[in-house]
């Protein structure tokens, strides 16, 4: 089958920003400024595109300030199907909105769209989980003032990501599938 395969994942970013090491003279241990307001929440839905003969690789995704719905999957899958031509082979991992009504109804009435799952917890499989690390790596230690600024810092993440066929297929080759390695 001449299809582009999709390996999408979902991801979650809070004001309160992963911290990693840095370094400081001795004796000065750093401070690291946080919000305390920690209710805003950039949920991402994110999918990498490998095309049929896998020798480019895109990243799409769509963002939102809310929780994820079905609603919100199906406009994803509507945004990645106007992406691409052609037959598309989705894996996901079993996520409960992936099995609401309204999402599976919406992947039927699709001809162009197959849809598998990832074994259950199983995160390291799924080479759109390392599109996050990366995100993570890049915003650690940012302390964003506001919503705007961690979208900012989550998006400069992302963009990072996406525009480097180097780290995309760094995604693939981190993950333990076989067939793609």
Same mark, same amino acid.
């Given at each position: ?39 805003? +929440?950039?949920? &991402? ?11 480019? &690789? /895109?990243?799409? &995704? ?5 929780? &994820? ?24 991992? /079993? ?16 001809? /162009? ?53 180097? +780290? ?14």
């Amino acid at each position: 089958m001449n299809a582009t395969l999709g390996l999408e994942d979902e991801a979650g970013f809070t004001m309160v920003s992963p911290l990693k090491r840095t370094w400081s003279r001795r004796g000065q241990t750093p401070v690291i400024r946080t919000s305390i307001d920690h209710h805003d +929440r950039l949920n &991402i839905l994110g999918v990498l595109l490998v095309s049929p003969k896998g020798k480019k &690789i /895109r990243l799409s &995704i769509k963002s939102y300030w809310h929780s &994820i719905t079905g609603e919100e999957v199906i406009a994803f899958l509507k945004q990645i199907l106007q992406l691409v031509r052609g037959y598309i082979v989705l894996v996901w991992d /079993r996520h409960p909105i992936h099995k609401r009504k309204a999402v599976q109804n919406f992947i039927q009435s699709q001809k /162009r769209l197959i849809v598998f799952e990832f074994p259950v917890a199983a995160p390291e499989l799924n080479p759109a989980e390392f599109v996050w690390t990366q995100t993570v790596e890049y915003v650690a230690g940012t302390a964003p003032h506001d919503k705007y600024e961690l979208q900012a810092n989550v998006f400069a993440g992302i963009s990072r990501t996406r525009i480097s066929q180097k +780290r995309l297929f760094a995604c693939l080759l981190g993950s333990k599938l076989e067939w793609i390695n």
